[in-house]
């Protein structure tokens, strides 16, 4: 009970402050769904179509879209049915077939979309919407902005190191007197929370008595981060014309925001739009392959999914301005009926939300060309497939949603699209399978008569793989073409950069595709799968670690290898290109979650990003607040730290726990601790409730204190 905080020697004291503002509380009632068969008796009619110029513009080009979608899976059905070999085997054919006719289908939409990026990089697109266009446009006092931050369990100094240098950022434009900052806790474990409130306190004390920075603590943590978001909204809502959402790894600079609000003003039916952020901020060789893909590649896919889509664009669910009012009245997510893993709460909020909010007559539209807008990848393999298998199930389960009355077509192809973005990974597994079956059974590859591979499966792979490959290619083209290479390291760094994402991206498909398809049956079938992530700031992952996750399925490799080996030797080499990186990946994961390689490539100019070559001061201001950050809070300080204390007491309102069986609890808790002398004592639920209980709190504060000031004059006598 002698440690002393840093904060009891380094904190200013300051006022009193509410940690949030007074109650102003408006409703967000979800309507019930519809349900998928009942939604098509209905019939799948979207929002009246228009006929501005947008609009026309969207029509043509996804018609181009899906004519070019449709005659290459015709295509491709033809030619795999041509090359295929005359056996008795007519239900494996069939299935090869259909399947590589949807997956060619799908590998084609991905292609087509980067390849209308890429036009659009060059040549500019008159119709999509652009910040350029309001660029020093006055705001209006009215229109008020929160910026909210949900967090649950995370890595504190990080978030606040971000979320102090948008704070930062925001004040220098000179127009933060029109932005509330909300933190929104989810999170379960004290020592956590208490760290939470104590960067909070520095945060406020560091922005200065005129900055809105607001924490609040959710006691009944429902419905996860959209349920975070609305109970805000409810609360506060009312309070502000929009809400700018952040993750726990944003970070935004000040002049972003203020345009993202000017686009708002200058655009009445926009509810959301949504920035296009760039990932940096880690140094593992994974982090820095994803870092530098989304850069040279996803920058085409991106502008290819604001090309075709325009107006009736998808959230992603962070670093996006979203419309409040008509968001409170049409944006809230009721509970899917049934049981299982498609059930329930949803998971994937933003891209309903999104379909929602079109569904009530306003545009959704993607900003591609407003910088200033951050956020981070996962820093390793197993982190990412963490993430993914929380994603895939949420997708999974927006495709029950397909149906839904009055959804636009658009929101109803990307709610498949985000389905099939994990389906296409047991699918293409499955053809694998098919391959290898109809080679067994028939004696000889179904793609041939044992006398060589036909020229027409030679056209499909080839087909296949320059759809894969080429936009890569096209990625560093236009960033040659623009001039912008030195902000990689030079065209040279540039293309070993490429080479090297795209080698990297080879060996880590077969490994997404086997995760990918046991998360699709874990969501299907309700099973249980523990697949539990490292903490944000352990990169590193141990050998222990990726050996426990990835050995079974190495094992089950070698397993099926052996018995094909056993029957046919030859079928071996159809699935080699599969098998080996699966058998790599506990090696993979490991070397690819270290620091110091990562560290090596960039001092050799390799996987370069621009926000290292160049660094924007927000994110300069951001690392340098997380190399800056003082020791976290233990929990015995929330009682013996004063202005922690203070800061913890600020946080939790004017709430009376005094009376009842409550109070009688707490009493009986408090006095535990003290015939103890031991804070650390408490179990976390119990300090939990300690830290949201205002009176029992300061009642265990006063009687620590007591006793130890009677102690030490006894021990003087």
Avoid at 386 to 391: A, E, G, K, T
Avoid at 673 to 701: F, G, K, N, T, Y
């Amino acid at each position: 009970m002698d440690h002393v905080h840093p904060s009891r020697l380094m904190r200013p004291r300051r006022p009193a402050m509410a940690s949030a503002p007074s109650i102003h509380r408006g409703a967000m009632v979800p309507r019930p769904w519809t349900g998928f068969l009942a939604g098509l008796r209905q019939g799948l009619n979207g929002p009246a179509a228009s006929a501005t110029e947008w609009e026309q513009a969207a029509a043509r080009r996804r018609r181009a879209l899906l004519l070019a979608i449709g005659l290459s899976a015709v295509g491709a059905a033809g030619l795999l049915a041509h090359a295929q070999t005359a056996t008795d085997q007519w239900a494996l054919r069939l299935g090869q077939v259909a399947l590589y006719t949807l997956l060619f289908a799908w590998v084609t939409a991905g292609f087509v979309t980067a390849m209308m990026g890429f036009i659009v990089q060059l040549r500019g697109d008159r119709h999509a919407l652009s910040a350029a266009s309001v660029a020093n446009r006055p705001i209006r006092a009215d229109a008020r902005t929160a910026i909210v931050m949900p967090i649950c369990n995370e890595n504190v100094a990080a978030v606040f190191a971000g979320l102090r240098a948008t704070c930062e950022s925001l004040a220098a434009t000179g127009a933060s007197r029109l932005f509330d900052v909300y933190l929104l806790s989810d999170t379960s474990d004290p020592t956590i929370r208490a760290a939470e409130l104590a960067a909070w306190g520095q945060l406020r004390d560091a922005c200065g008595d005129g900055a809105r920075v607001y924490y609040r603590w959710r006691q009944r943590r429902s419905r996860r981060k959209a349920g975070n978001v609305a109970d805000f909204c409810r609360r506060w809502g009312r309070n502000y014309r929009y809400m700018v959402v952040l993750d726990a790894d944003s970070v935004m600079s000040g002049d972003c925001l203020l345009s993202l609000v000017r686009l708002m003003e200058a655009h009445p039916r926009a509810g959301i739009l949504q920035t296009a952020p760039q990932a940096c901020g880690l140094s593992t060789v994974h982090a820095r392959a994803q870092q530098f893909a989304g850069r040279v590649t996803g920058r085409l896919f991106t502008a290819g999914m604001q090309y075709w889509q325009l107006g009736e664009s998808h959230y992603w669910g962070h670093n996006a301005i979203i419309r409040i009012e008509p968001f409170m009245k049409h944006c809230a997510l009721a509970p899917l009926r049934g049981r299982g893993g498609l059930s329930g709460d949803i998971l994937s909020h933003d891209f309903v939300e999104a379909a929602l909010m079109r569904r009530a007559g306003y545009h959704v539209w993607l900003v591609t060309d407003l910088p200033g807008s951050y956020e981070q990848q996962p820093p390793n393999l197993i982190e990412e497939l963490q993430r993914d298998r929380r994603w895939c199930q949420g997708n999974l389960q927006n495709a029950r949603l397909i149906a839904e009355p009055g959804l636009h077509a658009v929101h109803r192809a990307m709610l498949l699209t985000g389905a099939m973005a994990y389906l296409s990974a047991p699918l293409w597994l499955a053809f694998v399978l098919l391959g290898t079956l109809s080679w067994l059974a028939s004696g000889a590859p179904v793609i041939g008569a044992g006398e060589g591979v036909p020229v027409e499966m030679v056209v499909l792979w080839g087909c296949t793989v320059a759809m894969l490959a080429l936009p890569r290619v096209l990625g560093v083209v236009t960033i040659v073409l623009k001039g912008e290479s030195t902000q990689y390291g030079g065209t040279a760094a540039l293309v070993r950069g490429a080479l090297l994402e795209g080698a990297l991206s080879v060996l880590q498909a077969p490994v997404r595709m086997m995760a990918h398809s046991i998360f699709v049956v874990v969501a299907l079938t309700g099973l249980r799968l523990d697949w539990k992530s490292p903490p944000r700031e352990a990169e590193a992952v141990e050998w222990s670690d990726a050996a426990r996750r990835f050995m079974p399925i190495g094992g089950a490799v070698v397993a099926l290898l052996a018995v094909v080996l056993a029957i046919d030797a030859r079928v071996a080499l159809w699935m080699l290109p599969v098998a080996l990186p699966l058998l790599l990946a506990t090696p993979l994961s490991v070397l690819t979650s270290r620091v110091r390689p990562g560290e090596r490539l960039r001092a050799l100019g390799v996987l370069v990003t621009p926000e290292e070559s160049r660094t924007p001061s927000v994110l300069r201001q951001a690392w340098a607040h997380a190399r800056q950050t003082p020791p976290a809070p233990r929990w015995p300080d929330v009682v013996t730290d004063p202005w922690l204390f203070e800061v913890v007491r600020q946080s939790m309102g004017m709430r009376n726990t005094v009376t009842g069986v409550r109070g009688l609890a707490r009493r009986r808790l408090v006095q535990r601790v003290l015939q103890d002398q031991d804070a650390d004592a408490v179990s976390p639920a119990e300090r939990m409730r300690l830290m949201s209980e205002p009176q029992h709190i300061a009642h265990l504060r006063d009687r620590l204190a007591a006793n130890s000031s009677f102690g030490a004059e006894r021990a003087r006598s």
